[in-house]
């Protein structure tokens, strides 16, 4: 999975050293400097390269260090083995959910025989690990967590002291910067080995992020060494590792190569079409990175908004993809604090009720609900409309790109009472709403919303008694040979059934229809 060849072609150019903080004084090293490599595959949409920076000692851009800590878990305690896959977003913790200590995750990890990696033993290890892990120094993943919040603390730094300026430029889009770490010159216990991370269409990630209003200072503070990542394990069948910043306000993800390939490829396009709809229901990606330790493989991860943000009083998660085939997950038992993500047919007999807020900024809109406070009275379905709208857009966009497998992640958080009704916030609601990147479409064909007055609200939607967290995921997955192939072997093999691998075309027309026929 991680046989990736060097991405892009290295030149001789030098980007100043970022400046962490006291603790990493002279942290540049007087031997240091930039690096040349020979030429390499091009990703994507290529991979023009500005330089490499040399960072000495585990402090280099990291900040304050915070590789501390007892390794925790949410729910069950871990038992040893290699690290399981995640869901396609990480769960949320509410107030009754504590993280427990389990200082004896990382030691049974490290101490296990190989002799032990039979299949029977994994599947039980599988089952038995399941929830929301802190990465303390026990952890098996401490080292490698240690490694990505240095370098993702300098590789912000670097877009915090060299912002792009003017219009966007395609070199946006193909820019690497890679970053080296020496992190055995200084004895770190953290990570003893040197490291290289990457980062990929910088400046193009770097202006999304201002444009959705997010502090580069903010952005760096939640994914450097302010506190332990979180690790998320569950029954998805992906291969992919999944992390938490700190505050969970961040969700990291490792692809593969192709999916980085594919994600590059249609990164403008993307741009474009949340620029065209602010609104919109797609996952906001922030960064994409490429980590490699001492001379091993190249491992790529992308960084996005969480759609489960903020966690509390979140009580159910739902992954959809409108079909059936492995689309069931066993509940936790009642009152467990266990964090499990459900599927499509753990969602039957439910609803999401919209009720009846209005949507659009329109005088009428705000007129009524001055007089009466978004009551029952209101004109009926705006919010599922819009909804409904906004899934035919990004649905559309997605087949353009011949995507499939993307999911709806959707979550339910009951409402205080004081939280019921758009009327207390409504001037707020709508002079954040008409905010947002500037485009040259009407307000009504870019499908604009009122926005609820919190955090994370482009993916919240309000009903009567219900918040709900909606956004769509896992946007790397093209409809090419490999899976045409899959498409014909599930035809034979669930004849009758529905399942997620069919043409882009019939997946976002089905999952439109299941949106449908599960709102009010």
């Not at 908004?305 to 998660?317: A, D, H, K, L, W």
């Not at 609601?429 to 064909?445: K, Y």
């Not at 918040?467 to 997955?477: A, E, M, P, S």
């Amino acid at each position: 999975m991680w046989g990736v060849p060097p991405v892009g072609t290295l030149t001789n150019a030098r980007r100043p050293c970022p400046s962490p903080g006291p603790r990493s004084e002279g942290c540049c090293s007087p031997r240091g400097g930039t690096r040349r490599r020979s030429p390499a595959p091009r990703l994507g949409l290529g991979a023009a390269v500005t330089g490499t920076t040399r960072l000495v000692g585990p402090e280099a851009g990291a900040g304050p260090s915070s590789c501390s800590g007892a390794a925790r878990q949410l729910g069950t305690r871990p038992e040893p083995g290699e690290a399981a896959a995640g869901a396609m977003a990480a769960p949320s913790p509410g107030p009754h959910e504590v993280l427990t200590p389990s200082p004896e995750a990382g030691h049974r990890a490290a101490t296990s025989s190989s002799g032990r990696r039979g299949l029977l033993w994994r599947l039980r290890d599988k089952q038995t690990r399941l929830g929301l892990f802190e990465i303390g120094p026990g952890h098996e993943l401490h080292q490698l967590t240690c490694m990505m919040q240095a370098g993702l603390w300098a590789a912000t730094q670097v877009s915090m002291d060299h912002p792009p300026t003017g219009l966007p430029t395609e070199e946006d889009f193909s820019e690497v910067l890679t970053q080296v770490h020496e992190g055995h010159s200084r004895g770190c216990s953290s990570f003893p080995q040197d490291f290289e991370l990457g980062t990929l269409a910088g400046p193009a990630f770097a202006r999304l992020r201002r444009s959705l209003g997010l502090a580069e200072e903010d952005y760096q503070a939640a994914l450097g060494p302010g506190g332990p990542y979180l690790q998320f394990l569950s029954t998805s069948k992906s291969k992919a590792s999944f992390f938490l910043s700190h505050d969970q306000r961040f969700f990291l993800k490792t692809l593969r190569r192709r999916e980085v390939q594919a994600l590059l490829a249609h990164l403008p396009r993307y741009v474009q079409h949340l620029q065209r709809h602010p609104h919109s229901l797609l996952a906001r990606l922030l960064g994409v990175h490429s980590l490699r330790v001492a001379r091993g493989k190249k491992k790529y991860f992308i960084i996005m908004q969480s759609v489960f943000y903020p966690t509390g009083r979140i009580s159910e998660r739902y992954d959809i993809k409108g079909c059936e085939v492995s689309r069931w997950v066993e509940p936790a038992p009642e009152g467990s604090p266990l964090v499990l993500v459900l599927k499509d047919l753990n969602f039957q007999g439910k609803i999401i009720n919209l009720g009846q807020m209005c949507v659009e900024p329109s005088e009428t809109c705000l007129a009524h609900n001055e007089h009466s406070g978004g009551g029952t009275d209101a004109p009926a379905g705006p919010q599922r409309s819009w909804l409904l709208h906004q899934m035919e857009l990004d649905t559309a966009f997605l087949r353009e790109l011949n995507v499939l497998d993307y999911s709806l992640l959707m979550a339910f958080q009951r409402l205080h009472e004081d939280e019921q009704g758009p009327g207390s916030s409504l001037i707020f609601r709508t002079a954040r709403s008409m905010r947002g990147v500037q485009s040259l479409e009407e307000p009504e064909a870019q499908n604009r919303r009122l926005l609820p007055d919190t955090p994370n609200a482009l993916h919240i939607l309000d009903g009567p008694e219900q918040r709900y967290f909606l956004g769509l995921v896992d946007l790397t997955t093209v409809y090419g040979l490999r899976k045409r192939l899959e498409h014909l072997w599930k035809t034979l093999r669930y004849p009758g059934r529905t399942f997620s691998t069919v043409s882009p075309t019939r997946y976002a027309r089905r999952l439109c229809q299941w949106v449908e026929a599960h709102t009010e």
